[in-house]
C-alpha cells in the first residue's frame, strides 16, 4: 500500500506546482504589461500559460541543482516572502484600516450561508491536512530536530497562518481574489517591485515541492537518475497550467481533502489505538518482507488498510460531489465532508485491526518465525559453522 500512496503523494503534487507556476505566469503578464511588451505575452491567457512552463523549468533546474543551491535560493526567497509579506500588510492597513476591513460583508459565492460556511471550511482541510506529506519531505531535508521543527512551525506554520489572515484581509477590502491583480492596482513602482517579489516567491514554492518530491522517488526507486526523477516530478504539471484548472482551485482542494483526510485517519488510528504509539515501529521489521515480519499481511497488504480506505471515500463522495459541489446524501452543509471521512476510516480501520487483522496475525506469528528469531537461528548456524 506504500507504493500506492507514493503514487498519491507524487501525482496529487503536480497541482501545487501547476498553481504556483501559473500565479508567476500572471504576474510577469502584469510586470511586462507596462513595459510595452508584446500583446500576445500580456493578454488573454497565453502569457500566463508561458510563463508557468517556464516558472516550472526554472523551478525544476533549481532542484536538479541539488541541495547546496537550493539552500542559498529558498533562503533568499524566503527573505523576499517576508519582505512582501510585511510590505503588503503595511499597504493594506495604512490604505483601508482594519475597521474597515472588520465591516466589509464578503461575498456570497453560494446559495446558502451554510453552503457558504462548509465550502470554507472544505477548502481549508484539504490545504491543511495536506501538509502532513509536506511536514514529513522537509523534516528530511534537515540536518538538526531543531531546524526540522522550527523550519516547519514558523516557516510554513506561523509565517504562512499570518500570510492567510493577510491574504482574507485583501480579498475583503478590495473584493480582489488575485493576488497579482490585487498587486498591480498599486500602480508605478510598488507595482513593480511587488509583482517581481511574488514571482521569485513562486519560482521558490516550486523549488520547494519538485526537490522533496524527487528525494522520495529516487529513494523509492535508488538506479532512477536524479535528472528523470527531477522531470517526472515537475513536466507532468505543465498539463494543469491553464486557467480552466487554475480557476477551479476549490475543487482540487477538495480531493485534497478526500485523499489526505482518510489516509491522515488510518495513519492516526494505526498510531493511537493499533500500536499505541509506544516502540511501535521497528525499523529492521520494516524492510523484511514475507511473514516473517511483523508488518507481514496477506499478499502484502492490509485489508483493513483497504477496506479503510474505500469506506472513507466513499463516505466522502456520497457527501460531496467535488466536480458538481452537491450533496448526495444532503449532510455536506452541516458537517462537512473532509472530516466526517477522516473519522470513517478511523474508526473503520481501528475496529477491523483489532478485531480481525491483529488476532489473524498473532495467530500467524505463533506459526512462522519473526524477523528476530531468523536473525538469532542464522547467527546460531553461523557460530556452529
Not at 542559498?72 to 516572502?81: E, G, K, S
Not at 531543531?146 to 477590502?173: E, K, Q
Not at 482518510?262 to 498510531?271: K, P, Q, S
Amino acid at each position: 500500500l506504500k507504493d500506492v500512496w507514493l503514487l498519491v503523494y507524487i501525482t496529487s503534487s503536480f497541482g501545487w506546482i501547476a498553481y504556483a507556476s501559473f500565479l508567476f505566469g500572471q504576474s510577469a503578464m502584469r510586470f511586462l504589461e507596462p513595459l510595452g511588451a508584446p500583446a500576445a505575452l500580456t493578454e488573454g491567457s497565453r502569457g500566463a500559460i508561458l510563463f508557468a512552463i517556464c516558472a516550472t523549468a526554472l523551478g525544476a533546474f533549481v532542484a536538479y541543482l541539488g541541495p547546496t543551491v537550493l539552500k542559498w535560493f529558498t533562503r533568499t526567497a524566503a527573505i523576499f516572502l517576508l519582505i512582501v509579506l510585511v510590505f503588503f500588510v503595511w499597504v493594506v492597513l495604512t490604505r483601508f484600516g482594519l475597521s474597515e476591513i472588520y465591516a466589509t460583508e464578503p461575498a456570497e459565492p453560494f446559495e446558502t450561508t451554510a453552503w457558504s460556511r462548509a465550502s470554507a471550511i472544505e477548502f481549508n482541510v484539504g490545504l491543511g491536512l495536506s501538509w502532513a506529506f509536506w511536514y514529513g519531505q522537509w523534516t528530511r531535508l534537515a540536518r538538526t530536530e531543531s531546524g526540522a521543527f522550527h523550519g516547519c512551525m514558523w516557516g510554513w506554520g506561523i509565517l504562512a497562518a499570518t500570510a492567510g489572515i493577510f491574504g482574507a484581509f485583501v480579498a475583503l477590502a478590495t473584493g480582489i481574489y488575485d493576488p497579482s491583480e490585487w498587486i498591480a492596482t498599486l500602480g508605478g513602482g510598488f507595482a513593480m517591485l511587488g509583482l517581481l517579489l511574488f514571482a521569485v516567491a513562486n519560482i521558490s514554492s516550486v523549488t520547494a515541492l519538485v526537490y522533496p518530491m524527487s528525494v522520495t522517488l529516487r529513494t523509492r526507486f535508488p538506479k532512477l537518475p536524479w535528472a528523470l526523477a527531477v522531470v517526472a516530478c515537475s513536466a507532468p504539471a505543465v498539463v494543469l497550467e491553464n486557467p480552466t484548472v487554475f480557476e477551479n482551485y476549490g475543487i482540487y482542494l477538495a480531493y485534497i481533502a478526500l485523499l489526505t483526510g482518510t489516509y491522515g485517519g488510518i495513519m492516526v488510528a494505526d498510531y493511537l489505538l493499533v500500536s499505541r504509539g509506544v516502540h511501535a515501529w521497528q525499523l529492521r521489521d520494516i524492510y523484511v518482507t514475507g511473514p516473517a515480519s511483523r508488518y507481514w499481511y496477506t499478499a502484502g497488504f492490509n485489508p483493513a488498510a483497504l477496506i479503510a480506505t474505500i469506506a472513507g471515500a466513499a463516505f466522502y463522495l456520497w457527501t460531496l460531489n467535488p466536480f458538481t459541489w452537491t450533496s448526495g446524501n444532503g449532510l455536506f452543509p452541516y458537517i462537512t465532508a473532509g472530516l466526517p471521512s477522516y473519522l470513517v476510516s478511523f474508526l473503520v480501520y481501528a475496529a477491523l485491526m483489532r478485531l480481525w487483522i491483529l488476532p489473524q496475525r498473532d495467530a500467524d506469528l505463533l506459526a512462522q518465525p519473526t524477523a528476530e528469531g531468523l536473525r538469532k537461528t542464522e547467527r546460531a548456524t553461523s557460530t556452529t559453522s
